[in-house]
């Protein structure tokens, strides 16, 4: 998924001579913490809130200020994980989307991001989850979903991870489309696979968080 498709066209920009009141009237109206700031098409920055403990005498506008984020954009072709890593290196819940031309298209909340992976992700289809444990050099999807598949299943979603207790090695998730997956987990096993967690239906939401989780964590990185 791009940036392009995550874009939430309810939140307005701030022009350069719109006033502190209305940034202050927008940014509570629409439960937010900052504001775009673009002019003629072009994004300055963000406007945030904590701008406003520093208020000074004469400052009427939002240009009497320095902006905020003025590298917080992403191209509108970016993949959501870079655009949930440039977010998390800021600290902040939104991101710019600029076209070809760097003109603002629009802003991503990371709330958004979070929704659209947890749409994304196969939580709501049945099946059963198992996590194997391998050395990094031994991983190799294509003999994974042939394993599976000759089974009589399929890899529904996947998620690699390092294994942190263990250096050098990756834990794989994968998620089957089938809720008994006792003959796959013991091919697996027969070809020398490590089957270190396995999760039937009812802990799919659990699987997801984590994942998510996992991901959030590597992008602060």
Known sequence: MRAKDLINYTIPPLKPS?????????????????????????FLGFFNENLLFDHFTGAEKIEDYQFMGTGLFVDQNEHYYELLKKAYEASSNLVAVLNEDQKYL?????????????????????GTIIVLSMEQ????????????????????????????????KIRVTIKLNLENGSAIISSLERFGYTI????????????EKERLDTLL???KV
Not at 108 to 125: G, L
Not at 146 to 167: A, D, T, V
């Open 18 to 42: 719109d006033s502190i009141d209305k940034a202050q009237s927008w940014m509570s109206e629409f439960h937010v913490h900052e504001l775009p700031i673009v002019d003629n098409g072009n």
């Open 106 to 126: 629009g802003t991503v909340t990371i709330q958004d991001v979070v929704e659209a992976f947890s749409k994304m992700s196969s939580i709501n289809s049945p």
């Open 196 to 207: 270190s967690s396995i999760f039937g239906k009812g802990d799919e939401e659990l699987i």
């Open 137 to 168: 050099t031994d991983y190799s999807m294509t003999e994974l979903s042939r394993i599976i598949e000759s089974e009589g299943g399929k890899i529904l979603s996947s998620f690699i991870e390092n294994n942190e207790q263990q250096p050098g």
């Open 217 to 219: 964590r590597y992008l």
